[in-house]
């Protein structure tokens, strides 16, 4: 079975640039969520999908993201304009159901904003 | 205060020895809880969920205390694999599914 995949592995943008992140979820898992952590802090809880709805997205830091979810297969990640305290490292993870044995975790997109 | 604290560490052991990490957390309706192992630049991986009665795998024990808050995780054993950072995340109550991760545990079994 092949894991949650995520794109690019890395990413270093300026200032005032726009970046997309991509996250195909293990086949088959309706939960889609994102995740950051930034330099020194915890790995904090940004939105989750059902499917193509949005969920919950209290966690989304402002109106600069935007997630997506067409179709309800893979997702998007949208940051624009990225500023410097973006950069951190978003991780996706998925679940079939309401994830009770726990969530799968992509590796990670590394985002540096210079 | 945070939702969920952990032992600050690190912790450094030499091989086979046992070691204990311990998280509390704040939000008493909270349902799930787990332990995840993150190696360095890479996704955290799930190790075990925790149950209230206790469970084991192998060399590895979680127990919960709700009444306490208190989760613990303890290895046996260790082996220089184990070395990674050791993360106590909690599943937000109800419908929701956040989860909300410790800050870690870094953990160095030394030969």
């Known amino acids: 079975e092949a894991g949650v995949t995520q794109f690019p592995s890395h990413s270093v943008i300026e200032k005032g640039q726009t970046v997309t992140l991509r996250c195909d979820p293990i086949?088959?898992?309706?939960?889609l969520y994102w995740y950051r952590r930034v330099m020194g802090k915890e790995i904090k809880f940004l939105l989750h999908f059902v499917k193509e709805s949005k969920q919950d997205e209290s966690g989304m830091p402002n109106n600069r993201f935007l997630a997506e979810r067409t179709g309800g297969t893979y997702s998007t990640l949208k940051v624009q304009p990225a500023e410097l305290e973006d950069s951190g490292v978003y991780f996706c993870?998925?679940?079939?159901?309401?994830?009770?044995?726990?969530?799968?975790f992509g590796s990670g997109t590394r985002l540096t904003v210079v | 205060r945070k939702e969920v604290e952990q032992d600050p560490g690190p912790f450094n052991v030499p091989e086979g020895a046992t070691v204990a990490f311990n998280c509390t957390y704040s939000?008493?309706?909270?349902?799930?809880f787990f332990w995840y192992r993150q190696d360095c630049r890479k996704e955290p991986k799930l190790l075990m969920s925790?149950?209230?009665s206790g469970n084991e795998d192998g060399r590895f024990t979680a127990q919960l205390n709700r009444a306490s808050q208190y989760i613990s995780l303890l290895i046996r054993d260790s082996k220089l694999s184990d070395s990674a950072t050791y993360l106590c995340?909690?599943?937000?109550?109800?419908?929701?599914?956040?989860?909300?991760f410790g800050s870690g545990t870094q953990l160095t079994v030394l030969p």
């Open positions: 925790v149950y209230s």
């Open positions: 995340v909690v599943k937000s109550p109800g419908s929701a599914r956040q989860l909300t």
């Open positions: 086949s088959g898992h309706d939960n």
């Open positions: 993870a998925s679940s079939q159901g309401q994830g009770k044995y726990g969530y799968t």
């Open positions: 939000n008493s309706a909270s349902q799930s």
